[in-house]
């Protein structure tokens, strides 16, 4: 709706306002969204748009399943622009990188559970992408014969709901899922009435070896009735946008 409502605006009265826009943030926000993406397909940079869009200089994130600081991440772009959050990596070697690379951000050495803490088991993989706590995802891939599982672990897990609730009192402008099978999971057990990120970037897209990945609309269901609603898609990943907070689908 805000757009519609911008293109019927005169050309200079649009400049103005978008130059107005801008000029709210600070300048190396600008610059750090300017020119570079670090997701996997460009979803830091949809984002970036969004929270501009909304004035939003330093969205608050959390970012489930960080793995590597910089590469294939959907928070970094918004690290590098001055906003700060909480990466949470199972990976203790990744672990250290991040805490390396990453120093402003809260770092949790833990898995995410959907409904206790405790120990669980972890399933390491040569790519360490695909490592993963689901034992099914662990045993899809394994079967593939191109991603054998190097080792298994204990790790400790704490839930969704409990991070969100110690680490984001004044709530959110992000949730970065990619837990490598269990997104689904950690999704239903959101208590949407007391956590409401304004975004949620999560992959939508089943394993595959090839480039044919099923795509799945069953988080889009699950979301829905919580008033979350598909903002962009990039196939492999979708991000959803809570209506209560925007006020509108069409931004």
Request: net charge negative.
């Amino acid at each position: 709706m805000m757009r519609k409502i911008v293109r019927l605006l005169p050309n200079s009265i649009r400049l103005a306002l978008y130059r107005r826009l801008r000029s709210a943030f600070p300048h190396h926000f600008r610059v750090e969204y300017a020119d570079e993406t670090f997701s996997q397909c460009g979803e830091d940079r949809i984002l970036a748009f969004l929270f501009i869009q909304l004035a939003i200089a330093t969205p608050r994130y959390l970012d489930v399943g960080t793995w590597h600081p910089c590469v294939d991440n959907n928070t970094y772009l918004f690290y590098r622009a001055g906003a700060k959050g909480v990466c949470v990596e199972p990976n203790p070697d990744l672990a250290l990188l991040i805490r390396e690379k990453r120093p402003r951000d809260e770092l949790l050495n833990v898995g995410v559970s959907a409904e206790k803490s405790g120990p669980c088991h972890y399933y390491l993989f040569e790519d360490c992408q695909h490592n993963t706590f689901d034992a099914e995802e662990a045993a899809a891939r394994a079967r593939s014969g191109r991603q054998p599982i190097l080792k298994e672990m204990s790790v400790p897990v704490v839930t969704l709901e409990s991070i969100i609730t110690d680490y984001f009192p004044d709530g959110l402008e992000l949730l970065s899922l990619d837990t490598e099978g269990l997104d689904l999971a950690l999704l239903k057990s959101l208590n949407y009435e007391k956590h409401r990120p304004l975004a949620i970037c999560v992959e939508t897209v089943g394993f595959s070896e090839t480039l044919a990945k099923p795509k799945s609309n069953v988080i889009t269901s699950i979301l829905a009735p919580h008033g979350y609603v598909p903002y962009a898609d990039t196939f492999v990943n979708t991000i959803y946008i809570d209506t209560k907070r925007t006020g509108t689908v069409a931004l």
